[in-house]
């Protein structure tokens, strides 16, 4: 905190005195309303505090030219000095305290609510620092449906706690699938629930080398186990083993079933997810495996299909 006595020495030689500057801070308008709330608060009080008060006019008029949170120059970035007065055994006593500002107070909760997502292998210029619901709209009309069958989902969750039902989203390439499902999760981490979203091509490549890591694959599949919310971003589209397949995702999907929510994004249908699941390169068409994996996600989702335009690429 920069007191009065190092403002003075910044002055030049021949400006104004430490008796003047004194003077400035006590009729700062500030300072005014102060006496005017404790007209029995004697001068020299004023005086001996002069630093606090000081502290509290500069920092006043720093907030009302606010140059953004990061560049604060304020003491405690975010916050700005006030003063409280109090008597005691008959004196007057002047203390100072830090108030959090707006911008603040918004960083703070915006934080709160990025540590309760964790992104595993997920672009994450592909969610949003922030989601406007009627902007979701607006950009494409056609998956005005999907965008309001989510927030019904969404509205559910805050009315009656999590769901044990999740959501598929099925759509074709660029529909906004995974910007969707970003939007969900942050709007759920604002009620205070926890999430993880997946990209499982990058992930299934990821557990396929954690095989010899026993320890590091028991830490992300106890993450995607415990998370209030997880999502299975563009599954369909990963290099299945039959490992990976029945003791890594079967697994996490065992645990969770009944449990708590798991979403998808996909281009396939629940047909052709099922297929998918079917077929390994290393052995071949197994469709008991493909239907057991299946049992573990078709009857815990609601199918929201996701229309519109292409929109990678294009600019905003």
């Known amino acids: 905190m920069e007191s009065l006595s190092e403002a003075l020495r910044r002055l030049p030689f021949g400006q104004v005195g430490s008796a003047d500057i004194a003077s400035q801070v006590l009729r700062d308008p500030l300072v005014l309303k102060l006496r005017e709330r404790y007209p029995d608060i004697d001068e020299s009080v004023l005086r001996l505090n002069l630093n606090r008060l000081y502290q509290m006019t500069k920092e006043y008029r720093n907030c009302r030219s606010c140059p953004g949170l990061a560049a604060c120059p304020n003491d405690m970035q975010g916050h700005s000095t006030g003063i409280d007065c109090t008597q005691l055994n008959g004196r007057w006593q002047i203390n100072d305290y830090k108030t959090p500002c707006s911008k603040w107070t918004a960083n703070q909760q915006q934080e709160q609510i990025q540590r309760r997502i964790t992104s595993l292998f997920v672009d994450e210029t592909a969610l949003g620092d922030d989601y406007d619901e009627e902007e979701m709209i607006r950009l494409d009309p056609n ?70 890591d ?79 994996l299946m049992d573990r996600i078709r009857p815990f989702v609601d199918v929201i299909h996701v229309r519109g335009r292409n929109h990678r690429g294009l600019k905003p």
């Open 143 to 212: 998956r005005a449906m999907a965008v309001d069958q989510l927030q019904a989902y969404v509205q559910s969750t805050i009315r009656d706690g999590l769901q044990k039902t999740g959501l598929y989203l099925k759509g074709d390439f660029g529909t906004g699938k995974t910007y969707l499902a970003g939007y969900l999760l942050q709007r759920l981490a604002k009620e205070g629930f926890s999430g993880v979203i997946v990209y499982m091509p990058e992930f299934v490549e990821d557990a396929k080398a954690m095989m010899f």
């Open 214 to 292: 026993a320890q590091k694959l028991k830490e992300v599949v106890s993450l995607m186990k415990d998370a209030d919310l997880l999502v299975f971003d563009d599954i369909g589209a990963e290099n299945l083993t039959p490992w990976v397949r029945d003791h890594v995702l079967g697994a996490i999907l065992n645990y969770r079933m009944n449990r708590k929510p798991t979403f998808y994004t996909s281009n396939h249908d629940l047909e052709d997810l099922e297929r998918h699941f079917s077929f390994t390169h290393k052995e071949g068409e197994e469709m008991h495996k493909g239907q057991r």
